[in-house]
């Protein structure tokens, strides 16, 4: 049975689920990260929309750190409903890395780029909006033992809707639900791959 457990630490607001692209064309450059900006408390600190999520899987941290950080397993992952296809990606993630993809399923397809801007193996990366649809995106994945030999994931995302007239459609509560759904589908995607006999 999936474990799933979500926690308000901190947060001004818990969100809960998998990434969320508009419905719309119009996409927001995110703005250049101060060292202070790229803290992992950044969204806490400036009062950003913050969502965390975990769930325990039958690996270990180690597994679960390497499947992530490769950008064809995001593909797996995703919800049926999403495409997404890579333009341009390192096999593995690295410190600096780039990912950037085509998004659909959303409307009109979105293009995103995101960069690795921490990553301490096998406990925790975390990856920026560079260029995409909202005003923010951080996006924290932490790996840690938990109680039953296991590893817990930890999905932690501050992000900040857009501002203007898109704003206004896409909401903190719109944003919510398409991350409820998403995340609840890619916990089990996770669950399912890595505890296969030889995942």
């Known amino acids: 049975m999936m474990r799933r457990e979500s926690s308000r630490h901190g947060c001004r607001r818990r969100i809960r689920g998998h990434s969320f692209f508009p419905e719309h064309g119009w996409t927001n450059e995110s703005r250049p990260l101060s060292a202070d900006h790229q803290d992992q408390n950044y969204g806490k600190q400036f009062g950003m929309a913050c969502f965390e999520e975990c ?12 499947f992530l950080l490769r950008p064809a397993n995001a593909v797996l992952i995703s919800p049926p409903d999403v495409t997404m296809k890579i333009i341009d990606a390192p096999e593995r993630f690295e410190l600096g890395s780039r990912f950037e993809f085509h998004l659909g399923g959303f409307g009109p397809v979105q293009h995103v780029i995101y960069e690795i801007t921490h990553l301490s193996s096998p406990n925790q990366f975390t990856e920026t909006q560079r260029k995409g649809p909202l005003s923010e995106w951080v996006h924290e994945h932490i790996f840690m033992p938990d109680d039953s ?3 817990l994931i930890t999905d932690r995302i501050t992000f ?6 898109l704003g206004f459609l896409l909401t903190e509560e719109r944003i919510l639900d398409s991350l409820k ?4 589908h890619r916990h089990q995607k996770i669950k399912e791959l890595l505890e296969q006999p030889n995942g």
């Open 55 to 66: 769930v325990s899987v039958a690996s270990t941290a180690e597994a679960a750190f390497e």
């Open 160 to 165: 900040e809707p857009p501002d203007g007239m």
């Open 149 to 151: 030999g296991g590893v």
């Open 181 to 184: 759904t998403g995340f609840g």
